[in-house]
């Protein structure tokens, strides 16, 4: 979602009970960087607390290209195997 909710400026952000919060009170976060202040220690003790629910989570606009989730190691090979054809194509002279 795109809210204020944290900083006052319009972020992309997954969405939280703070960020929902807002929404459902209708209500304006204050201006950047007073909604900084508000926002901020509640925010740090969500993540401290491992509450995912509460946490902010920035989200920039390739969230949406998200289509699984997939092991690190298959992704590292993917990788990998691009390289090894990048390198396998390309010209030998200097």
């Keep these: 979602m795109v809210s ?3 900083t006052g400026k319009p ?3 997954i969405r939280t009970k703070w960020a929902q919060a807002y929404v459902d009170a209708k209500m ?3 201006p950047m960087p007073f909604q900084s202040m508000v926002s901020g ?3 740090t003790s969500g993540q401290l607390a491992k509450r995912a629910d ?3 989570g920035f989200a920039g606009q390739g969230i949406g290209l998200i289509k699984k989730v997939r092991p690190a190691q298959e992704i590292f ?3 990998v195997e691009g390289c ?3 390198i396998a194509s390309a010209p030998r002279e200097i």
Excluded: Y
């Design 84 to 86: 090894k054809r990048a």
């Design 77 to 79: 090979d993917d990788l």
């Design 4 to 6: 204020k909710s944290v």
């Design 54 to 56: 509460i946490a902010p």
């Design 28 to 30: 304006d976060p204050l």
């Design 41 to 43: 220690q509640i925010l």
């Design 11 to 13: 972020a992309r952000i």
